[in-house]
């Protein structure tokens, strides 16, 4: 389920609270092979997010997702 969380994700979901997971899966998706993996790790972020806000009680907040920035040029 959360593969399928990671496809809509970034694929069909366009909205502000979905800006910085889809950023964190764009640092992986740089080539079409490497279109899977950036679903995958868009489901690890997915899963990540849910442990923590069952965790500690809390709600989904898209500002303390920490993005890096990409490094332009740089070999993958």
Do not use: N
């Not at 399928?4 to 994700?9: E, K, T, W």
């Not at 694929?11 to 092979?33: F, G, M, N």
């Not at 069952?54 to 500002?63: C, I």
């Amino acid at each position: 389920m959360l593969v399928q969380a990671g496809h809509v994700l970034l694929w069909k979901c366009h909205s502000d609270d979905a800006k910085p997971l889809r950023e964190l899966a764009a640092r992986v998706h740089t080539a079409r092979a490497r279109r899977k993996l950036a679903v995958v790790a868009a489901a690890r972020h997915l899963l990540r997010i849910a442990f923590y806000v069952l965790r500690d009680g809390t709600v989904y907040d898209p500002k303390r997702i920490h993005v890096e920035p990409t490094k332009e040029g740089a070999a993958a």
